[in-house]
């Protein structure tokens, strides 16, 4: 190994080691500030608004980043309210259909307890009466540990019900307070956008302000990217759940698809938080032909929005179907479910910093360390 090999993979592992920590550390931070964060990005994104009503307008810095806030706050508001509008109709919908529903699905579970499950029991009676008195007793212990180790696991759930539902109980004030915070920061980040400004450019160097710049300009058009291929994706499943419910004959369609869909915001489960109980109540009820339907149809979307969805990633943030569907896939692996979110929006982050320049800078300090002036 020469010399120049040793310093290359020095400053390799340095890199490597630096960028690691400053991960780790900003993972801290963000625990720390997150409200903070999340006013920020909010600000970042108003501030078109926030320009256009300083300079067109000519409002005043507090009363322009007052006006942002309402809108922010309207435009979040609305959404939330659509969404809530729908959820709220669903559930309307669903109690008027709940008590038919209880009372079919009880007249086919009596019928399948009468016609499958007492006949057997039957049948185990008599298996049972014939045994000897040891035979007997070790089945009667095999069924007691049985109902203890069921009630155990039942007792075991409920108290992480009950658990659970403390936390968020208890967590609402914190919430709260949270929302405080963010809105509080938002005001004064869009009244003091040109101090925060003219202090950072003072105290950041100009080629970092530079890549800063660059990569806000790339972030901003990956964010709304990101935004419109999830309008797509929503769009989409509604209409093949929309052609579904069609053909199946049931009624509101139209809603149930425009619900269903909204639904694929959630990650992982998507549609399936409505139409697989959906499946299982038909097959319960006796309505074989609805559940084979509705599981065919889940599947069916599940298999178009796998195909789909890292190409219309791809096209709408400008990223490479293949990266995009191993971000997927990574970030499922580390992070769970939310990591559907964290591995596409890292997969971005470095995206922008290659596209700027900072991965080429990186890689040219590796090989041939600092540059002399």
Do not use: C
Request: aromatic share 12%; net charge neutral; hydrophobic share 55%.
């Amino acid at each position: 190994m020469t010399k120049k090999q040793a310093w290359t993979i020095g400053r390799a592992v340095i890199m490597i080691g630096s960028i690691i920590l400053l991960f780790l550390l900003a993972a801290y931070l963000f625990t720390l500030t997150y409200p903070f964060i999340i006013a920020a990005i909010i600000a970042w994104m108003l501030s078109p608004l926030l320009k256009f009503l300083k300079i067109k307008l000519n409002f005043p810095s507090s009363l322009a980043s007052f006006v942002s806030l309402l809108v922010g706050i309207s435009l979040l508001g609305g959404i939330i309210t659509g969404i809530t509008f729908l959820l709220i109709y669903s559930f309307r919908q669903f109690s008027e259909q709940l008590p038919t529903w209880i009372e079919q699905g009880a007249e086919q579970l009596q019928r399948i307890f009468n016609e499958t499950i007492l006949p057997v029991w039957t049948e185990m009676s008599g298996f049972f009466d014939n045994l000897d008195a040891t035979q007997q007793e070790t089945m009667q212990q095999g069924i007691a540990q049985l109902g203890n180790q069921l009630g155990n696991i039942l007792g075991n759930v409920g108290q992480a019900i009950v658990d659970g539902l403390g936390n968020v109980f208890t967590a609402i004030p914190t919430f709260l307070l949270v929302i405080l915070f963010v809105l509080l920061a938002i005001y004064f980040m869009g009244k003091d956008a040109g101090a925060i400004k003219l202090g950072m450019q003072r105290r950041i160097p100009a080629f970092v302000q530079a890549k800063f710049v660059l990569f806000m300009q790339q972030m901003r058009v990956r964010v709304f990217g990101f935004v419109r291929a999830q309008l797509i994706l929503m769009f989409i499943t509604s209409i093949i759940v929309l052609i579904g419910l069609v053909a199946l004959g049931t009624e509101n369609p139209l809603t149930l698809a425009i619900i269903i869909g909204v639904a694929e915001i959630l990650p992982y489960l998507g549609t399936g938080t409505i139409l697989i109980p959906w499946a299982v109540y038909s097959f319960i009820t006796g309505e074989i032909f609805m559940g084979i339907a509705l599981s065919i149809l889940y599947i069916v979307v599940v298999i178009v929005r796998q195909s789909i969805e890292p190409k219309v990633l791809s096209v709408s943030m400008n990223l490479n179907a293949l990266s995009v569907l191993f971000s997927l896939f990574i970030g499922l692996q580390l992070f769970g479910l939310i990591g559907l979110f964290i591995g596409p929006a890292l997969l971005v982050v470095i995206t922008i910093l290659n596209d700027i320049g900072v991965v080429a800078d990186i890689e040219d300090f590796i090989y041939n360390g600092f540059k002399e002036k």
